[in-house]
């Protein structure tokens, strides 16, 4: 079972940084792990003082180790997710930037899309209409078939089974067989077989690298006809949904991630963002190495 035992909450002083902190202290407390709290700051001040410029006005909640960079915030964020072995990164869309008249057409801060580009571990991003709802009462997974969706299914699969929640898994379709809702692997009142088969496939990917007892935190798959992003929000406030697990591929440039970027602007859950992994890529041996 993976552990999440290490959390990154990135802060710069600022409230629109610090709606991150309720939700890091909560889920640090729920999964009895570290809370590693950086500030890139010009000089490093006093611990408490530090935590109340940063809004932790409950650092008794949790274990929460400071740290205190003078580095460009982008490049600390990052290395301390390697430095402090991370397994998950809690973070605001937009820090100081939004205080400093960045329009609400702007979705990300500077940092933040450093971040969610370049993060190795899994984002739980907070949109610029973040309710704060604490503590979480159910999680959905927006599953596509891209590897980067799987990915982000695993990831919610195994947190959800941490904080004891359960899992709705939802795939916007667009055939015969996109308005059926059944618990995971019973499909007996579909028209039609190839889309439940299809979605069951999805998931078996998904969720291969999971532990049975982690697997049973997943109860119902949902196939919605419709535009994603619509299917996903409409989804998010009929479940009242605490989180939204997703997966993308790093690009933000024009045309690109267009569900990620309605979601933004939108959501009002958390979301837990899962950068696609690649794996190594195999060298062919030649010659002389071919007998090491």
Known sequence: MKRFNAILLPLDGSPEAAKGAGCALWLAASLDASLHVLHAAAQPIPRQEALAH??????????IILHQFSARAEAAV???????????????????????GLKLSQRLGNIAQAV??????????????YREVLPWTSMLAAASGDKAADQALEAATQLASMLGLKVTVVHAGDGPGATDTAPLGAYADAAHHEYPRRMQE??????????PEECHCINRVMLRQGDPAAVLLEQVRQHAASVLALGWHGALGAGRALVFKRLLEEA??????????ERSPARLKVGKEMDE
């Open 202 to 211: 999805m998931i078996e990917r998904g969720v291969a690298s999971c532990t």
């Open 116 to 129: 969610i580009e370049g993060s190795p571990v899994p984002v739980l991003l907070l949109p610029i209409r």
């Open 78 to 100: 990052l290395d301390a997710i390697n430095t402090y072995g991370v397994d998950l990164v809690v973070m605001s869309a937009r820090g100081e930037s939004a205080s400093a």
């Open 268 to 277: 009002e859950c958390a979301l837990l963002l899962v950068r696609r992994r």
């Open 54 to 63: 940063l809004h932790i006005l409950d650092a008794k909640r949790a274990h």
